[in-house]
Every structure is written in structure tokens, then in C-alpha cells.
């Protein structure tokens, strides 16, 4: 594998579809908007969705910033991570920006964000992180095939 195709080929970086999806959301809730509720408990439960997303998102970069690893997916990737938050996801930064979007839209009462999750999560698993796993499968072999068997792809 040359340097130049030893990566995941995704056509751009994902926290692009997490704005194109909220994007979307968003005109959508203008001509038609919804909502689940303002209360205090709903406030509460974004604000712990949206912090634990944080959390998973950090802990995820923290791995490849110790490993002076570039997080983007038009690089290429030295290890497969396996501990720490990898050992619960293999994908815990898309699940972190998940999180994170879902804890806004509760908490700004924009079910549409929510909505949208749905699409964006089908899209990503296959356009982000099917290529992403037929790359790492390609490079690493056996020893990614044996991690997928381990970890759920997002919790």
C-alpha cells in the first residue's frame, strides 16, 4: 500500500456530515418545527448526554495524541487501538460527536437534530465506517477481524 492510498479514502472529513446533518435539521425545523419539551429534566438529560459525549470524544483523541497519531481519515493510520475507550467502541469519536448532537438537540428542544441522527448514522456506517473498516482490515489483517469480533462499532 503506497503512502498516497493508505488510508481510509472517505470523500471528507466526518464532522462535516455531523454539520450537514444538523444543517439539514435545522431548515427542516423552520418550515416545520417540532418540539418534545423545555423542562428542567430535559435540560438535565442533554446536559448528560451531551458530557459524556465529550468525555468519550476526549478520551478517543487523547489515544492518538499520546501516540502522536493523526486523527484525520485522509492519513494513515500506524495502530489499532484496542484499550482504554477503543475497548468499548471502535469508533468512539463518531459515538462522542453523536453524543454531543443529541445533547444539543434535547436541550435546545429541536427534535429534528434528533431525527436526523437516524440518516446520518446509516450513512456513516456505511460510507465512513465501511471504508474505514475495509481499509484497517486490508493493512492490519487478522489482528483488526479479531478486535471486530471483540468491540461493537459503536457501544
Not at 458530557?51 to 478520551?59: E, K, P, R, W, Y
Not at 469508533?91 to 429534528?112: R, T
Not at 473498516?133 to 489483517?141: H, M, N, P, Q
Request: glycine residues 8%; proline residues 4%.
Amino acid at each position: 500500500m503506497n503512502d498516497k492510498a493508505d488510508h481510509a479514502q472517505i470523500i471528507t472529513h466526518p464532522p462535516v456530515f455531523y454539520i450537514i446533518s444538523i444543517f439539514i435539521a435545522l431548515v427542516i425545523d423552520y418550515f416545520s418545527p417540532l418540539g418534545i419539551g423545555d423542562t428542567m429534566i430535559f435540560k438535565m438529560t442533554a446536559i448528560v448526554i451531551g458530557v459524556v459525549g465529550i468525555l468519550v470524544f476526549i478520551s478517543a483523541g487523547r489515544m492518538f495524541r499520546a501516540d502522536k497519531q493523526n486523527v484525520s481519515v485522509h492519513t494513515k493510520t500506524k495502530n489499532i487501538y484496542q484499550s482504554g475507550i477503543y475497548a468499548y467502541s471502535r469508533n468512539p469519536i463518531y459515538l462522542g460527536a453523536l453524543l454531543m448532537v443529541i445533547g444539543c438537540g434535547i436541550y435546545f428542544n429541536k427534535p429534528w437534530i434528533l431525527i436526523m441522527q437516524v440518516p446520518l448514522v446509516l450513512f456513516m456506517n456505511k460510507y465512513v465506517i465501511g471504508r474505514e473498516e475495509a481499509y484497517l482490515e486490508r493493512k492490519f489483517g487478522d489482528e483488526y477481524l479479531d478486535y471486530k469480533k471483540k468491540v461493537r462499532r459503536w457501544i
